[in-house]
């Protein structure tokens, strides 16, 4: 694609996050993709963390928006590494994370002071403190 002219470096970034690979990042950020905080929400959504990390290096922090993807994806230990860097969107994180069935993700918000939570987000209030 790219020796036919394709120059959307960014969403390449993105995709290739998304998608774990990390040659193609690679190849995006010699080309010019300079958004690491579209790089970062497709590494926390397709669950990268190796990706993820290799975003916060080049500059991403977007850590909310990050846990916010992997609380709606399911991804526990990307969420950790969002909350080491600094994310604290507990309630939308647990709304997420009840919505989608994810008990690990709603229990690791409510431990870091989630309190919001209502019958859309969890079905039967099963994770409310």
Same mark, same amino acid.
Not at 55 to 76: P, S, T, V
Not at 85 to 95: C, E, I, K, P, Q
Not at 99 to 124: K, N, T
């Given at each position: 694609?790219?020796?036919? @002219?394709?120059?959307? %470096?960014?969403?390449?970034?993105?995709?290739?996050?998304?998608?774990?690979? =990390?040659?193609?990042?690679?190849?995006?950020? $010699?080309?010019?993709?300079?958004?690491? *905080?579209?790089?970062?929400?497709?590494?926390?959504?397709? @669950?990268? =963390?190796?990706?993820?990390?290799?975003?916060?290096?080049?500059?991403?922090?977007? %850590?909310?928006?990050?846990?916010?993807?992997?609380?709606?994806?399911?991804?526990?230990?990307?969420?950790?590494?969002?909350? $080491?860097?600094?994310? *604290?969107? %507990?309630?939308?994180?647990?709304?997420?994370?009840?919505? %989608? @069935?994810? =008990?690990?993700?709603?229990?690791?918000?409510?431990?870091?002071?989630?309190?919001?939570?209502?019958?859309?987000?969890?079905?039967?209030?099963?994770?409310?403190?």
């Amino acid at each position: 694609m790219i020796q036919k @002219g394709a120059n959307e %470096w960014d969403a390449g970034l993105h995709g290739a996050c998304f998608g774990g690979q =990390r040659e193609m990042a690679e190849i995006m950020f $010699q080309r010019g993709a300079s958004d690491w *905080n579209s790089g970062l929400s497709g590494a926390c959504e397709g @669950g990268k =963390r190796d990706l993820a990390e290799l975003m916060i290096q080049h500059g991403a922090d977007d %850590w909310n928006m990050g846990l916010c993807f992997a609380c709606f994806k399911g991804h526990r230990d990307v969420a950790e590494l969002m909350i $080491q860097h600094g994310a *604290n969107v %507990w309630n939308d994180g647990l709304w997420l994370a009840c919505y %989608w @069935g994810h =008990r690990d993700l709603a229990e690791l918000m409510i431990q870091h002071g989630a309190f919001v939570c209502d019958s859309i987000g969890c079905p039967g209030h099963e994770f409310t403190q």
